[in-house]
């Protein structure tokens, strides 16, 4: 499989206010849509491989395998903190895979749709 290897810039200062963790999300995911079209190639091969439950840090774990250096020389950052969004995101944008990732619950003051549909700005 052949991986996009540039990450592309983050948004800069946030006039003081730390981002959410959803807010820091859902920026890392619009600059690097390749993160998430990559974990849902390789989650499409485990399930038509008769995979059962399969935690997206091991996705992320393979996705790191795959593309160990950027074409800048750093290594490949994937921040863990997402992998959480990254399995909501994939069980809402396919519902036939809400047995492949298991869910916990969100902390207070973060969104928690379990198998939901996405809203009009393709988030769940």
């Known amino acids: 499989m052949e991986l996009p290897l540039e990450l592309g810039e983050q948004e800069g200062d946030q006039g003081g206010v730390e981002p959410t963790l ?64 990254y399995a909501r995101l994939l069980r809402a944008r396919h519902p036939e895979w809400c047995d492949v990732f298991e869910l916990r619950r969100l902390r207070a003051g973060e969104r928690d749709n379990e198998c939901s549909t996405l809203d009009d700005m393709d988030q769940v």
């Open 22 to 85: 959803d807010e820091r999300f859902d920026n890392f995911h619009a600059v690097n849509p390749w993160v998430y079209e990559a974990l849902e190639r390789l989650t499409a091969q485990w399930v038509v491989a008769g995979g059962g439950r399969i935690g997206v840090k091991a996705l992320f774990e393979q996705l790191r395998w795959l593309s160990p250096e950027l074409a800048n020389g750093e290594p490949l950052q994937l921040n863990n903190n997402f992998t959480s969004r």
